[in-house]
């Protein structure tokens, strides 16, 4: 069974930049899944952020994060990334991976989620 596991969070100033990642363990069959993260701000509901399809040639955006985001996956290491650039306040978060039977906007997931990791942009 597929694992999912998040880091690269933490504390950044409005305008800096952070790189997450999303490790995957379990099942890592890269071919069969794609990912996406998600993230959910305090009081918010849960948003779609970016995923990437199994082969990784493949990538969507969310609208209120595009050209801000960029979504790569490095299938040796099993791990899927997400930089993010210009961060401001309302970029404060949980952010999550998930597993996806395909990349697509309908942003459906399917199977693991990850725990989970805080981003929180303040000066």
């Known amino acids: 069974q597929l694992q999912l596991a998040e880091s690269g969070g933490g504390l950044v100033q409005p305008g800096g930049s952070l790189t997450l990642s999303c490790g995957a363990s379990?099942?890592?069959?890269?071919?069969?899944?794609?990912i996406g993260w998600f993230r959910q701000a305090p009081g918010k509901e849960r948003e779609a952020v970016s995923c990437i399809s199994s082969s990784g040639g493949s990538t969507k955006y969310a609208d209120s994060m595009k050209g801000r985001v960029t979504i790569s996956r490095e299938k040796p290491k099993n791990v899927v990334y997400l930089q993010i650039n210009s961060l401001n306040p309302e970029d404060t978060a949980v952010y999550y991976c998930a597993q996806m039977p395909v990349c697509s906007y309908q942003w459906t997931t399917r199977g693991a989620w990850g725990r989970g990791t805080q981003v929180t942009v303040s000066s």
């Open positions: 379990g099942f890592t069959g890269g071919e069969y899944y794609a």
